[in-house]
């Protein structure tokens, strides 16, 4: 157990910040949520700047007891995964690189066709009919060349917590059923919410009073 507790400034919902959280709550490393209105005001993006030091992004941000201040969520994901002991062994790194790098792929494509951010609906239903399932398979193709119940082995790192982020936040929570055709990614997504510390955060009010992506952002 990590004795040290952190604030997360992002806004109130998932989006990019919620895989820190998970890998927070699975290393059991306390945490408060710092949330911003969204769209960020002036004054707002002006404190963040402060606090990250980036003229370009800053949240999510992860700011510890002691002082240090994190940003880049693919970054600060890493930091945590190292306090947190959710590293693989160092022959494992390229497939944590490689999955994080495919968590972050499904990411940016569903980032592409949210409806209430002015995408088509033409680009939603292609992601629902062709690009979800295409990433979806093949994830679920990586978890098949896996010799345990997670993507790299039989502990839980922080290639699942990525991949769980990207196939719920980003996949089936916005097209739901979308995991019907995958049956060890569904039975993996279990297992991953069967994580003491993740089960805890998903039963939570902070997490219960997330905005999350659902149907509505696809058009459905
Ligand atoms: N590459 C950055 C992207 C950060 C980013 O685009 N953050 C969005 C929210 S997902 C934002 O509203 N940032 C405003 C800001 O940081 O000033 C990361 O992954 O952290």
Redesign the pocket.
Known sequence: MVTMTAKLHYYQAT??GNAIRLALAAANIEFEDVFASFP?SKEQ?ET?RKLGGNTT????MLELDDGRVY????AVLLVVARMGGLMPNNEELYLTDKLLADAEDLRGESYKCFIPWGASQEAADKFINEVLPLHLGNLERQLKLSNGAYFIGDALTIADIACYDATVNFGSSRVPGALDSFPLLKAWVAKVEENTGIKKYLASESFAGLMKFGPETVGR
């Open positions: 989006g990019r960020p993006r963040w992004t800053n949240v999510p940003t880049q969520s693919s």
